[in-house]
């Protein structure tokens, strides 16, 4: 949940424990680690939305990695949101699992 809302812009404000803070727009997306691991790999990407995150992993790496830390976000379109939690089954439960053999759906 985020910290506080800004209505005017639609961009939220989180902050992690240890005070990492960002401002992140509507839609905006922010890779976790496993997320970076896993799309760093395009052999393992089936779909259209996994090559584009391809990418923009690749752009990221590139340019000397991402800005957040602790916090990251699922769009509408990521495969984790509105779906069954049976889906998940056999994916990390927290962004500090090192399984990086999960293919991506």
Known sequence: MADCWNTDTGEAVYRSRDA?????????KLF?????????NESA???????????EVKALNRAKGRRNH?????????????????????WPV????DRTDAPCR
Do not use: A
């Not at 990492?20 to 905006?28: D, F, K, R, T, Y």
């Open 20 to 28: 990492e803070e960002l401002v992140v727009g509507w839609q905006e």
């Open 32 to 40: 976790s680690q496993y997320e970076m691991e896993l799309f760093q």
């Open 45 to 55: 990407c089936q779909t259209p939305l996994d090559r584009q995150y391809h990418t």
């Open 70 to 90: 602790r916090i990251f976000t699922y769009t509408d379109h990521d495969r984790y949101t509105n779906s069954p939690l049976s889906w998940l089954k056999g």
């Open 94 to 97: 927290s962004d500090t699992d």
